[in-house]
């Protein structure tokens, strides 16, 4: 389960983090913070440092300035073998691309990376039994990824990530690819995750109409221990911040109501783009629910 710390510890906490590639600044000065079962759900153009923001956090890439913090530890500096200690006991994530081991079952592919750990056989078989339910694909577990759709495919993606369920998630466009009802599969499963578990998480994502669907979307457990994902009232569900990269700079963080009634230069771009303005296709004009379109995909 979700890891005992202490609840005014954050989950995760970027200190003036810096970190170019050759002449390209890909992030520069960037600070947050991540509370114990938030989600910040982070967007921006192409190039602006969001897929880095994600590899930084869970250590595949080191920063030349300024600190990043799991739970009160400070990963720059670490080895391999310490951060694969973190990884394994606080911090899943699911990629952009499929990275699924195609020789492998549903269920090894799931028992991978406890596997890999050190876990016992025993506990192995229960957490992989528990995730494959929560996913909706306990009853695949002896297929091959080959043998699933594409939709099958990414909520296995997250079972793996999540197995054992670790505090942190980090979520880099998880529905890329997926049709309507698909994307929506994924992102009630991800604030399942977020709501009933309390997993504190980073959604990288470049379709704002996501946003306010994880944002005003929570999950309730009822007497019989069902989930269901409903719409809620209110102040977002989890208290759901958005932070907008550009040029690997924070432009914005705040809520999604923020966001959307923002009029900042950087914001309006995304969130009200004029027609022959570039603005990357990234979504519909008021994602927030004026759009019909929009309200029949997601609501």
């Known amino acids: 389960m979700v890891a005992d710390t202490a609840a005014d510890t954050p989950a995760l906490e970027f200190r003036h983090v810096s970190v170019s590639f050759g002449e390209v600044q890909a992030l520069e000065d960037v600070s947050f913070v991540l509370r114990r079962g938030q989600m910040i759900c982070v967007t921006g153009d192409a190039g602006s440092g969001k897929s880095v923001l994600c590899q930084l956090a869970i250590g595949l890439l080191e920063p030349d ?26 911090m899943g994530i699911v990629f952009q691309e499929a990275a699924l081991f195609t020789s492998l079952s549903v269920y090894d592919n799931t028992a991978y990376r406890l596997a890999e750990h050190g876990w016992p056989e025993a506990e192995t078989e229960r957490a992989v039994l528990e995730i494959l339910r929560f996913v909706g694909l306990e009853a695949e577990l002896d297929k091959s990824p080959e043998e699933l759709s594409g939709g099958m495919k990414r909520r296995l993606e997250i079972a ?26 994924v992102m009630d499963l991800i604030i399942r995750a977020r709501d009933i ?4 998480s980073l959604y990288v994502t470049k379709a704002l109409e996501e946003i306010p669907y994880l944002a005003m979307h929570g999950a309730v457990q009822d007497q019989t221990g069902a989930v ?8 977002p569900a989890s208290d759901a911040q958005v932070m907008l990269l550009e040029t690997g700079k924070i432009a914005f963080f705040g809520s999604p109501q923020e966001f959307e009634a923002s009029p900042l230069p950087a914001v309006r771009h995304m969130t009200h783009p004029v027609t022959g303005e570039r603005h990357s296709g990234l979504s519909p004009p008021d994602p927030w629910g004026n759009n019909q379109k929009f309200k029949r995909k997601l609501l």
């Open 65 to 90: 300035e300024g600190e990043i913090l799991i739970e009160g530890q400070n990963i720059v500096g670490l080895d391999e073998r310490e951060l694969l200690a973190i990884r394994a006991r606080l």
């Open 160 to 185: 793996r990530a999540l197995v054992g369920w670790p505090s942190i998630m980090l979520f880099d466009e998880p529905t890329a690819g997926l049709d309507p009802i698909n994307e929506r599969q």
């Open 197 to 200: 578990y309390q997993i504190s």
């Open 228 to 235: 269901s994902v409903r719409p809620v009232d209110g102040r």
